[in-house]
C-alpha cells in the first residue's frame, strides 16, 4: 500500500509541476562574425502568410525565424495577389501586425513590408520598412513605386529570371526605376535559385544584392545547418533596428548566403573570412613541412582552391570545426604564404575570393625540428 502512496505523490507532484516544464522555444544561432564596425544580421527580407498567397499564419513567421537563428525577418505578402481573400482579412498591414506582436517576445525583429506584384515584366518588387502597406494599392506600377520611394522605402526587384532570361533581362522599366532613384537592389538569389546575370549588374550598377527564401509553405528546418539553411541576407548593420538595417542596406553592406555560396562585394565577404579564418602556427613540424590548425568559425564549409605552389591543392575548411592541414614545405621553419581562392565566395560570377593563408616561422633560437 504504502508503494501505491508513493507512486501517487509523485504523479501529484509531476502533474502539479508540469507548467513549470512547458517546452522552452529554442533557438539555434547560425554563426557568423560581425565585421569591423558592423554586426552582421542574418536577415530573410522575403516572405508570405495566409494574407497572400502563403500558407501559414503570421506569427509562425516570427517562430520559424527565431528557430533558424535568424536576426530579422521581413513580412512581405502580396499586394495585388490575395488568394485567400474570401477567409482572411483583406488588409495589408495586418500579417506584418500579428508577425511583430509574436516576435517582440522572442527578441527577432520583424519588417512591415510588402510585394508590388505585376506580369514580369515589370515583374515583382518588394518595399520594406513601410507606415502603410494599404498605400501601395494603386493602379499604376510606377505609382506604386514611387509612393513607396516617397515614403523613405527600401526596394528592390524580386526573382527577376523567373519566367526566364528574355523576360527577365534588363529592359527600359528597370532602366527608369533605376535612373529615378526608385530601385537599390536586386535578389541575386531566391529560394533555390542563384541568378549570375543579376550578380554582375549589381556589381556594374552598383546595386544592393539580396538573397531570400521568398518562403510560402510552413519551413521544415529545425536547425540550418551549412548544407540545410534557408537563402538569406546577411546585412551589416551598426545596430538591430529598422532604421540602422535600412541605412545598411542603402549603403549596399549586404552579402547573400545561399547553399553553400556566399555572394557579394569583396569588402564584405573578404570581412566575413578574416573573421571566420584563424591559421595557427604550426605544431609540428618535420624536415618535409608541417602541420597546421585552420579554424573556421564560420556557417559555411569553406572551400579553398590553390592558387600558388605551396599547399594542398584543395583545403576543406569545415563549418564551426578546426581541421588539421599537412603542409608539404621544405623550408620547414621559414614563413610561409599560401595562395588560394575561396571557390564558395564569390565577388563575380564564377569568381572566387582570392586569400593569403600566412604561416608563421620558427621564432628565434629554437630550431624547427625539436
Ligand atoms: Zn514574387
Ligand atoms: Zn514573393
Known amino acids: 500500500m504504502a508503494k501505491y502512496c508513493r507512486m501517487l505523490f509523485v504523479w501529484l507532484v509531476v502533474f502539479c509541476m508540469a507548467p513549470l516544464f512547458v517546452e522552452a522555444q529554442v533557438r539555434h544561432e547560425i ?9 552582421t544580421l542574418k536577415c530573410d527580407l522575403h516572405t508570405h502568410t495566409v494574407f497572400s498567397d502563403g500558407d501559414v499564419w503570421p506569427s509562425v513567421r516570427a517562430e520559424e ?36 506582436e509574436k516576435a517582440r517576445s522572442l527578441g527577432v525583429l520583424v519588417i512591415k513590408a510588402a510585394e508590388i506584384t505585376r506580369g514580369t515584366p515589370p515583374g515583382h518588387y518588394n518595399a520594406l520598412f513601410l507606415d502603410d502597406a494599404s498605400e501601395l494599392e494603386v493602379d499604376a506600377f510606377v505609382d506604386a513605386v514611387r509612393i513607396a520611394n516617397e515614403q523613405g522605402h527600401f526596394v528592390f526587384w524580386n526573382h527577376p529570371l523567373w519566367k526566364g532570361i528574355e523576360k527577365g533581362r534588363w529592359q527600359d522599366i528597370q532602366q527608369q526605376l533605376y535612373d529615378s532613384g526608385w530601385l537599390h537592389g536586386i535578389e541575386v538569389a531566391n529560394g533555390s535559385d542563384y541568378y549570375p546575370e543579376v550578380h554582375e549588374w549589381c556589381l556594374e550598377k552598383n546595386l ?57 562585394k569583396k569588402q564584405y565577404i573578404e570581412a566575413i573570412f578574416d573573421g571566420s579564418v ?73 569568381k572566387g575570393l582570392p586569400v593569403t593563408l600566412a604561416i608563421a616561422g620558427v621564432r628565434a633560437g629554437r630550431t624547427a625540428v625539436d
Do not use: C
Open 208 to 264: 544592393t544584392m539580396v538573397g531570400n527564401s521568398d518562403i510560402h509553405r510552413p519551413s521544415m528546418i529545425e536547425v540550418s545547418t551549412a548544407d540545410n539553411h534557408r537563402p538569406m541576407t546577411l546585412v551589416f548593420a551598426s545596430d538591430v533596428t529598422p532604421e540602422a538595417i535600412r541605412d545598411a542596406l542603402h549603403a549596399g553592406r549586404t552579402a547573400v548566403w545561399m547553399e553553400e555560396k556566399l555572394i557579394g
Open 31 to 39: 554563426s557568423f562574425p560581425d565585421i569591423p564596425g558592423y554586426k
Open 65 to 100: 525565424a527565431w528557430r533558424e537563428g535568424l536576426d530579422v525577418v521581413a513580412i512581405s505578402d502580396h499586394i495585388e495577389y490575395q488568394p485567400h481573400k474570401e477567409h482572411v482579412k483583406h488588409d495589408h498591414n495586418a500579417s506584418y501586425q500579428i508577425a511583430a
Open 278 to 350: 584563424e591559421v595557427r602556427p604550426p605544431h609540428f613540424r618535420q624536415k618535409a613541412g608541417f602541420y597546421v590548425h585552420m579554424i573556421n568559425r564560420s556557417h559555411m564549409n569553406i572551400e579553398l582552391k590553390r592558387m600558388g605552389d605551396v599547399g594542398p591543392e584543395e583545403i576543406i575548411l569545415e563549418a564551426n570545426a578546426t581541421s588539421v592541414v599537412q603542409i608539404k614545405h621544405p623550408e620547414n621553419d621559414r614563413p610561409a604564404s599560401l595562395e588560394y581562392e575561396v571557390a564558395n565566395f564569390l565577388i563575380a560570377p564564377g
